[in-house]
């Protein structure tokens, strides 16, 4: 079966580079079939808009009976995938894998994935907290997050070299940040209570500045 | 189980035409409870009362009882066997379940469970199959049902060999090969070429341990009827086995009445319905033993691999989490903490002075005396005032609180001690093997004669497995007279088996070895009276509802 598996993704390597109409992309990595890179443009209409995500794909040795590893290579602020790892949460990479799903299949399903996240299905908690407590704000931290990493565009033009502001990157107010602050606490840490607390829109009111003083002091 | 029931259910396989032909309602009606097969129990052994009633079950037997089953729905709902084995998996196996759904709507079922295709025409030879089993005589045998169906998937195969698609060469989207030899498609006519469905189904079966496979078509539900994942299978009869295996491993994992024996690669299953409901585990503990080796003795009623007579399983399970949880940390807390003499937080000193103040009550006190603070007026860094009232109040409150955790350790210490001793016992059969055969080299006592010590030491190591529960037992029961009854027995049995233990490692003596022999044999017979005590007194307690816990227990009120 190993030639199979080789035959396989060989055609379907070949089959993405003749199809220019998908806009993916896939290539290799250390000159083996196995360990491929895909990528893809970020969807329109998205705060992902403009980025160019880049997907680690591994090809396990029962491929296609069992599904393809991936995870994304470039940071993203999504619900469904790990802001620190880059793991995704789908069905389709797990039990609803099926043989004849395909490498591209896959990533126009990550791709649509962006379009449509499922928060009550979180991979990554936070952000999925995020996003359920005030989508404007995501969205912003999402559109970010894709002009820093994803090489998407920012509001100042270019993102080359840009400054990463790490209030922005967390997805919180500067105003809340320098509050506590000047409290005397390290900006790093504040940063960090705040998001864990999801100190954001609506919660804002929910949490009284004792909690996040405990949390501080934690 | 009664036995007029067990007759009826027998009949009704045996003279299954007639019951048919007079009405197919009657049949639904027999059989009130589905899972209830009327597995015959060790009705006629004599059992006490801390043992359980239940019977051993080989694969063989257990698919016997499947193929019954699916006869039973195959005939009814007129489908051949391999359908009807779907639709009771589907079901997982609730044959009530799957004919009310049947009945009302045979179509939707059928789609749901992966056996046709929705709304779509059915090939005319399909169809023309099925019309007549549901017309025909209701009597015709599965052999035929199935010959026949074998018959027409085989011509549907031939057919699909001889035609392929003019137009372009066929390629198997699985494996990218054009023109393969040999194709296959389920009822869905999603065509695949035959080594990727082996590649398919052997990796379900082997990496996924699944006995329901669809087909390999994105959101396809159509699952693989027994004879085609077979016929797939033909060259690799051992995952074909494992399949079967899966098939009996989902039967028994839906039959509440049934468990499979939790040894590796053990293919025996355990029927012991009286384990079966929650609320019959507060009066009995099923330790069973499979048919495979006497050595497979597993609990019917949970998960934990020992036999934990005589306390029942809520209470075991709830023993082995506290011990998990809190034995080495109980120890650490022990040796490293003392708690705040007014909030009783525990609290570890790990530097500084005597001088502690409470993190959570702000409470001022002296680490040495336990006593205020306050009352230290300047004499910072040194404690003298260690006999002051206050400090042997704050003393005492605090042993109060340790009380509870030296409580658990009591328990928790001799329990782990029988453990440790049970885990010897390998070196110690060892060595009383090497025992036995110095008394056969130097005494008259023949090989059989010097047996006496192997059946002592089998003794010893089955008593200190009681022993072991119950202190579990005992940790948890509410003080009182019964309690004090329980440990009496306990006392009894365990003084005994220790004095057992001392004559079995006793040096050896040429002269006495009679003596000895006397001495073992005796001993043995009074643990083994002992241990009868101990079990049969717990477990007559607990169908008397005696035993009382000091903390709620799961199933018990």
């Known amino acids: 079966m190993a030639d199979a598996r080789l035959r396989r993704v060989n ?208 | 189980m009664s036995s007029d029931y067990e007759n009826s259910d027998n009949e009704y396989f045996e003279d299954d035409d007639e019951i048919m032909d007079e009405d197919d309602g009657s049949a639904s009606d027999m059989e009130v409870d589905g899972f209830d097969n009327g597995y015959k129990t060790i009705g006629n052994k004599r059992l006490k009362s801390y043992e359980v009633d239940y019977e051993p079950l080989s694969q063989k037997q257990i698919e016997d009882t499947m193929k019954n089953e699916i006869d039973y729905i195959s005939g009814l709902c007129g489908v051949d066997a391999d359908v009807a084995s779907l639709l009771l998996r589907y079901f997982d196996w609730n044959r009530e379940k799957l004919v009310d759904k049947y009945m009302d709507n045979a179509d939707g079922v059928k789609t749901n ?100 496979i669809t087909c390999m078509a994105e959101d396809c539900n159509i699952a693989a009827p027994n004879q085609f994942v077979q016929d797939v299978l033909a060259e690799d009869p051992a995952v074909w086995n494992r399949f079967k295996e899966l098939l009996v491993r989902h039967y028994v994992a839906s039959n509440k009445n049934l468990k499979y024996c939790p040894y590796p690669s053990c293919t025996y299953t355990v029927s012991c319905p009286s384990a079966s409901s929650k609320s019959s585990l507060t009066t009995i503990v099923p330790i069973v033993t499979c048919g495979a080796s006497p050595t497979h003795k597993f609990c019917f009623g949970c998960n934990i691999d020992d036999d934990h007579r005589p306390v029942v399983c809520a209470a075991a399970k709830l023993w082995l989490q506290k011990c998990q949880d809190d034995s080495e940390t109980a120890n650490w807390i022990k040796t490293n903490t003392k708690e705040c003499s007014k909030c009783q937080s525990t609290i570890e000193k790990n530097g500084g002075c005597n001088h502690m103040t409470c993190k959570k009550c702000k409470y001022e006190f002296c680490w040495v005396c336990m006593g205020p603070w306050s009352e230290h007026g300047t004499a910072w860094y040194s404690c003298n005032r260690y006999d002051e009232k206050a400090s042997i109040e704050a003393r005492d409150a605090q042993s109060r609180s340790r009380a509870s955790l030296e409580r658990y350790l009591h328990y928790y210490n001799r329990w782990a001690n029988h453990e440790q001793s049970a ?33 002592a030491l089998d003794e010893v190591s089955k008593c200190r497995m009681t022993l072991k529960w119950t202190y579990a037992m005992a940790y948890y029961l509410e003080s009182g007279n019964e309690k004090e009854l329980f440990e009496d027995n306990q006392r009894d049995l365990e003084r005994a088996v220790e004095e057992l233990s001392e004559l079995i490692e006793s040096p050896l003596d040429t002269d006495t070895i009679t003596d000895l022999r006397q001495k073992v044999t005796d001993k043995t017979v009074y643990v083994q009276k002992r241990n009868e005590i101990v079990l049969e007194d717990t477990a007559q307690g607990f169908q008397d509802g005696r035993w009382k816990w000091n903390c709620s227990v799961d199933g018990f009120d």
Not at chain 1, 154 to 172: I, N, W
């Open chain 1, 11 to 218: 055609k379907e390597i070949a089959d993405c580079k003749n199809d220019k109409s998908s806009h993916i992309n896939i290539e290799l990595i250390d000159n083996s079939p196995f360990h491929l890179k895909g990528s893809f443009k970020g969807p329109e209409d998205t705060p992902y808009a403009g980025g160019h995500f880049d997907v680690d794909i591994v090809i396990p040795e029962s491929y296609p009976f069992q599904p393809v590893k991936m995870k994304f290579l470039t940071k993203i602020y999504h619900p469904n995938v790990s802001s620190a790892s880059g793991a995704i949460c789908l069905d389709i990479l797990k039990d609803a894998w099926s043989p004849v799903l395909t490498l591209k299949s896959t990533l126009i399903s990550l791709q649509s994935l962006l379009c449509s996240p499922e928060p009550n299905d979180p991979q990554d908690a936070e952000v999925a907290k995020h996003y359920l407590t005030s989508k404007a704000s995501f969205e912003e931290t999402a559109r970010y997050w894709t002009m820093v990493y994803a090489g998407g565009p920012g509001k100042t033009g270019s993102a080359a070299g840009q400054k990463q502001d790490e209030v922005a990157m967390a997805g919180l107010e500067k105003a809340h940040v320098d509050q506590f602050e000047s409290l005397g606490f390290e900006r790093g840490k504040v940063i960090d209570a705040l998001r864990r607390l999801n100190y954001r829109g609506a919660n804002v009111a929910k949490i009284n500045d004792d909690r996040v003083v405990e949390e501080l002091l934690k």
């Open chain 2, 113 to 212: 469970a992966g056996v046709s295709p929705p709304e779509k025409p059915e090939p005319s030879t399909a169809s023309s199959s099925q019309i007549e089993s549901h017309t025909g005589p209701r009597r015709s045998t599965r052999r035929a049902n199935s010959s026949e169906a074998q018959k027409q998937s085989k011509t549907k195969a031939i057919i699909e060999r001889i035609s392929p698609p003019v137009e372009e060469p066929y390629m198997c989207p699985i494996c990218c090969d054009y023109n393969p030899t040999d194709t296959r498609s389920l009822a869905c006519e999603h065509k695949f070429c035959s080594s990727c469905w082996s590649e398919y189904i052997k990796n379900k079966v082997r990496n996924e341990a699944e006995q329901w």
């Open chain 2, 423 to 455: 885990k010897l016992s390998v070196e110690l059969y060892a060595k009383t093997e090497k025992k036995m055969e110095e008394m056969q080299m130097t005494s008259v006592l023949t090989w059989i004669e010097v047996q006496f010590m192997k059946k």
